[in-house]
């Protein structure tokens, strides 16, 4: 029997978290920069030896190693952090993250277009809490860490004050969209725009819910426990309260090998009982990583228990670190790609210091139909598993691209800030083979673009402002663009062959005052600038930044902790 989203969500009993958890190198365009090349020609020695040889014997082959344990740079998030902080050991870090090249200024008339998938991310902003907090300065921050449009993903922006025009009134209940234009901070030359792009979450129906939990048993998620394995557990505890009866849950672990622990279960004794032994057979163990091995059993059981128009979910909990079967992103990516079209969709939850590999979380995540966030503390946890349940783990568009068409009457080039490594030719957004990203129930998308205005004079093209070697009526208004939307219903097993459906958006100057929303929203833009070591942030300031932040953030507790973050790299 269905049941509606809103009665399954007024049973969920997490507590509302009222307060968070308290690189100058360059690299290029997909090249991975971990920490261990990160401070190379440092002071402190990195740790690159070898697993050293153990006498533990099993049925594993990892078993006869055992797999390097790595110091954590501080305390949990869960606890309360000293005011005081110095330099973290970077000894034995090994981190490993993905730099992409940032977006550059494009020309209208040369190219009008601006494609790109959604991506509803997190993960990065909270691991840049986790580095600030636990004494990392601006320039200990790696490069490839900061992915802008995650870091402005993680907070809500509500009081965005101009509802967008919808030019297709019929496809009204899909998606919704506010905004706001204003001057840019950090170049007051041009301008800055601000969407908010929400996935209404009103007529979310499912037929029950199939998870399993694929958890990282292996030797590197051992230590610290309190960071890694027992925060995993005590995440997939708080969680469990949120199901209702006849949700069912399996736990899959993965080391050299994989094992099923419990499957189809709707038991939270039982279930609770399968993460206590998950945690037991990881302290203290010294094995090496398959995630692919856990991964494709994962999936087996997943599609064993599929509910057909439910919600069938695969959750990841890991610090990315493989180094058995296949370990390259490329590798995990070809992975998880054949294993979305089984209709299963994916979260993955990262944990952990010293050896944690971003690169392989997102990629994995940014393959799968997936959504990817890292845990850094047990209030983290509850924020994603608990207090943004249906955004986090009920898919209700899958594939959305987004298409801004600029007017060339009234913007001559622009930059899209962020969503570097999401960007697609503007042919991919009619074509349904090409994939997008997974937006949840209620769930929010905020796309920032700097504007250089035009004088007045068009361009050439076939499109809503351009017409040959003509400009359109349509050009003539007062628009400064069109945001097109296309995405596809998430129904059941082997839909490969659905049909996108596509909405569109006017966007013209906003009036008034910009709203708080608006400043907050610059404010992470012109801090990530800065911490990233843009090549595009001119003028922009990080006391600026924290001024605005503070000033806009109002009694928001995560926002107020953004702004305490911010006063630590000063």
Not at 82 to 92: A, G, L, N
Request: aromatic letters at 8%; glycine letters at 8%; proline letters at 2%.
């Amino acid at each position: 029997m269905k049941r509606s989203l809103v009665k399954t969500l007024s049973l969920v009993t997490c507590a509302t978290v009222l307060a968070g958890c308290g690189g100058s190198r360059a690299t290029g365009k997909g090249e991975t920069a971990s920490q261990s090349d990160f401070y190379q020609g440092s002071n402190s020695q990195i740790n690159t030896a070898a697993p050293v040889p153990s006498a533990t014997t099993n049925d594993d082959p990892c078993a006869d190693y055992e797999c390097a344990t790595f110091e954590t740079a501080g305390e949990s998030c869960d606890e309360a952090y000293d005011t005081t902080y110095s330099e973290p050991d970077i000894s034995m870090n090994t981190e490993e993250y993905t730099a992409e090249d940032e977006n550059a200024f494009t020309q209208v008339a040369v190219s009008p277009l601006s494609t790109f998938g959604a991506d509803v991310d997190t993960a990065s902003y909270t691991n840049f809490r986790r580095m600030v907090n636990s004494g990392y300065t601006l320039d200990s921050i790696p490069h490839g860490s900061i992915r802008v449009e995650e870091m402005l993903n993680y907070f809500d922006y509500d009081s965005l004050n101009t509802v967008a025009v919808n030019l297709t009134p019929e496809q009204a209940e899909a998606f919704s969209v506010t905004y706001e234009t204003g001057i840019c901070p950090w170049n007051t030359d041009n301008g800055l725009l601000v969407m908010n792009i929400k996935a209404n979450e009103s007529k979310v129906e499912n037929n029950g819910t199939n998870f399993v939990f694929l958890i990282d048993t292996s030797g590197s998620m051992s230590y610290p426990e309190e960071e890694k394995i027992g925060l995993v557990k005590s995440s997939f505890e708080a969680f469990l309260e949120t199901l209702s009866d006849g949700d069912t849950v399996s736990v899959v672990t993965y080391s050299g090998t994989s094992e099923t622990l419990i499957e189809g279960s709707a038991d939270k004794g039982k279930i609770k009982e399968a993460l206590a032994a998950a945690y037991d057979s990881c302290i203290g163990y010294g094995g090496c990583t398959n995630g692919s091995g856990g991964i494709t059993a994962a999936y087996e059981i997943a599609n064993k228990y599929f509910i057909e128009g439910g919600n069938n979910r695969v959750i990841i909990a890991s610090d990315g670190d493989m180094n058995l079967g296949l370990t390259t992103a490329t590798e995990l990516t070809d992975l998880i790609t054949q294993e979305k079209e089984s209709g299963v969709y994916l979260t993955v939850l990262g944990f952990g210091t010293g050896n944690y590999s971003d690169t392989n979380m997102e990629a994995i995540a940014d393959a799968g139909n997936g959504n990817y966030f890292y845990i850094d503390c047990l209030e983290e946890a509850n924020r994603v598993l608990c207090d943004k349940l249906a955004e986090t783990t009920i898919t209700v568009a899958k594939d959305v691209k987004f298409q801004v068409e600029f007017n060339p009457n009234q913007i001559s080039e622009y930059r899209l800030i962020g969503y570097e490594n999401r960007t697609m030719a503007a042919q991919d957004f009619e074509d349904d083979t090409k994939d997008g990203g997974e937006v949840g129930a209620g769930q929010d998308v905020t796309v920032v673009y700097e504007l250089v205005f035009a004088n007045g004079e068009g361009a050439s093209s076939n499109l809503r402002y351009q017409d040959g070697a003509k400009t359109t009526e349509a050009a003539d208004s007062d628009e400064l663009l069109a945001l097109s939307i296309r995405y596809k219903k998430p129904e059941g097993k082997n839909s490969s062959d659905e049909k996108s459906v596509e909405l569109s958006f006017a966007i013209s100057p906003s009036a008034g005052d910009n709203s708080a929303s608006f400043n907050f929203a610059a404010a992470v833009v012109e801090s990530a600038l800065i911490i990233s070591n843009s090549s595009n942030a001119e003028n922009a300031s990080l006391e600026n930044a924290t001024a605005r932040a503070g000033s806009s953030a109002g009694s928001d507790p995560y926002k107020t902790e953004f702004v305490t973050l911010l006063q630590k790299l000063q």
